[in-house]
């Protein structure tokens, strides 16, 4: 079950990354969909609670809370109480979609890492998860700005970066060996006045 709530928007709410969700974390960064985009590698159970959830960045869980939480459908031995059903359907509490880490903030720029679960791609819910993230990272962090590293191929992450107003600011040329290739990282950054002037 997702943690407390941070931080909540119109559609998307943020919540800590708990224990009971890498089970969740592992699929998400197990499928091919994302890992290649993210560059990140295979990991168990253990491998993540160890790199991600130990090693101190601040996380957090992206969710589809309360009616905007899709329906689960019963089956037909469902002992789910009647009050929490609806034509059929489980409603469901609390629904991930996906995590945001925010990295290296104590010590310099801190950088995005982000991904949402396929079947939400191109719903709006990484621009608002983003944005939310963007003002939690300017409230609790003293730092002139905000970077995000996307390989060149994602063209999805880089649309949602430009979108919210990063600058592209560089470019490192064969930077990761990815599906069969190596591939340029592009650096993305956004001053906090940029974003304050955003509003």
Known sequence: MPGARIKTGERVTLRTVEREDVPFLQRGTANPELRYPLGSRLMNQEQIEREILDDGKDQFLVCLDGENADPAPLDEDSETPPESRANGFAVNDVRPIGAIFVEDAEWRRPELVYWLVPEVHGDGYGTE??????????????????????????????????????????????????????????QYGLLRKEWRERG
């Open 129 to 186: 998860a983003l944005s939310l993230v963007i003002d939690y990272v300017f409230r609790a962090y003293d730092h002139p700005a905000v970077g995000a590293g996307v390989y060149e191929f994602n063209e999805a992450s880089r649309g949602l970066l430009d979108s919210l107003g990063f600058s592209k600011e560089g470019r490192t040329r064969k930077d990761r060996f990815i599906d069969g290739e190596y591939v340029d990282t592009i």
